[in-house]
Each structure stands twice: as structure tokens, then as C-alpha cells.
């Protein structure tokens, strides 16, 4: 069973920056492609970035390029995401996730079968 556990959330003024940290364990990490998503109140789960199994496709969403950074450690099992400029749109819970098949690349929230508990964003004005 896989598990997913994210750290890293908090309060933060706009435009400062914080690193949202998720822990996989359970089945091969190395082979899945990772996401994180994120919902706001009253707002859809959505897709902010994805990372290959590899490290060597990336997506990102349009409203947080050249702001938000993912990467993934497959030695420790670990995908982060680096947010930096936050604004107060970027306030949801922010979820970790992982794709339900192996080697295989996707970004609707129904490609991933995985999830963590989320971690608080709360960014300021």
C-alpha cells in the first residue's frame, strides 16, 4: 500500500517562498511519475506540476512557471516542490501524488490513484 506524507506548509507574506516536501513509501518510487495538486476552498482539485519517473519531463502548470520548481530524490523517495514569489491565489491545500501506472506520464487528477493527507498553504496579501 503506498503512502504518501507531506510536510513543509504554512503561513508566508506574499512574495516570500517555502518548500513543500512529500515522503513515498510502498512500492517502487523510482518508476512512477509524482504530481502536486492543490485545492482551494470552494475550487477543483488542480494539477501544479508533475515530474517523470526520471526527473527528465516536467510539467507545470501556467499560473505558477517560472515560480514553482519540482524535483524528486529516487534515493530517498522524495518529491519537492520549491515555491517561491508566493501570492495569496496560491493559498489551498496542497496534495502530493502519484501516478497509478508505471513509467507513464499524465497530469488529470484521475491518472494518479495516490494520495497524501495535504499540507496548508496560506500566503498573505
Known amino acids: 500500500q503506498v503512502r504518501l506524507v507531506e510536510s513543509g506548509g504554512g503561513l508566508v507574506q506574499a512574495g516570500g517562498s517555502l518548500r513543500l516536501s512529500c515522503a513515498a513509501s510502498?512500492?517502487?518510487?523510482?518508476?512512477?511519475?509524482m504530481g502536486w495538486f492543490r485545492q482551494a476552498p470552494g475550487k477543483e482539485r488542480e494539477i501544479v506540476a508533475a515530474?517523470?519517473?526520471?526527473?527528465?519531463?516536467?510539467y507545470y502548470a501556467e499560473a505558477v512557471k517560472g515560480r514553482f520548481t519540482i524535483s524528486r530524490d529516487n534515493a530517498k523517495d522524495t518529491v519537492l516542490l520549491q515555491m517561491t514569489s508566493l501570492k495569496p491565489e496560491d493559498t489551498a491545500v496542497y496534495y502530493c501524488?502519484?501516478?497509478?501506472?508505471?513509467?507513464?506520464?499524465?497530469?488529470?487528477?484521475?491518472?494518479?490513484?495516490?494520495w497524501g493527507q495535504g499540507t496548508q498553504v496560506t500566503v498573505s496579501s
Open positions: 510502498g512500492r517502487s518510487f523510482s518508476i512512477y511519475n
Open positions: 501524488a502519484q501516478r497509478s501506472v508505471p513509467f507513464r506520464a499524465g497530469v488529470r487528477r484521475e491518472d494518479f490513484d495516490s
Open positions: 515530474i517523470s519517473w526520471s526527473g527528465d519531463n516536467i
